[in-house]
């Protein structure tokens, strides 16, 4: 008599890693995770295989209708969009089917700050909120490099 191999339990998805929110300039680079468990076993994955798809959406409608940047989907599910701009601003939300059912995120939702031409793109590099702070921010680092550059020049130990 041959054994009766089991079948694995299948079940409808779980995301385990939503997308959060995220705050960022003009021209950041976003990444929002959906992260999937897998049915068989307790780690994670993205549940690519058996029928199992991650669409992404925008304001409540599907993301290749809308926004404006260049925007990729990778293998684990992260969703990834370049050189955002301000029209890219929303709810983001990742919905994953299979055959046993559906799952859905909690919007996770993404505000893009307008880069002004009083907030050059190099100061931008040190982010913050406000093109004020991140000129306080990049002022206070000259100042610690130029006193330890000093400092360093004359012997001193620090």
């Known amino acids: 008599m041959e054994p009766v191999k ?15 929110n995220r705050t960022v300039v003009q021209g950041a680079r976003v990444a929002f995770p959906c992260l999937l468990e897998s049915s068989s076993s307790s780690s994670a994955s993205n549940g690519s295989a058996g029928g199992t798809s991650i669409l992404w959406q925008l304001n409540g409608g599907s993301l290749s209708s809308q926004g404006s940047s260049p925007w990729r989907q990778l293998d684990s599910g992260t969703l990834v969009l370049d050189r955002v701009d301000v029209a890219d601003s929303g709810p983001y939300r ?65």
Do not use: Q
Not at 6 to 20: D, H, M, N, Y
Not at 114 to 129: D, F, G, N
């Open 6 to 20: 089991a079948a694995l339990p299948r079940a409808e998805p779980v995301i385990v890693e939503g997308p959060k």
């Open 94 to 158: 990742c919905i994953v089917r299979n055959a046993h059912g559906v799952a859905r995120s909690e919007p996770a939702h993404l505000v893009v700050h307008e880069l002004s031409a009083r907030c050059p793109k190099t100061i931008v590099l040190i982010y913050a909120p406000r093109c004020e702070a991140a000129t306080v921010h990049y002022a206070l680092l000259f100042v610690f490099v130029f006193v330890f550059f000093a400092i360093s020049l004359s012997g001193a130990m620090v």
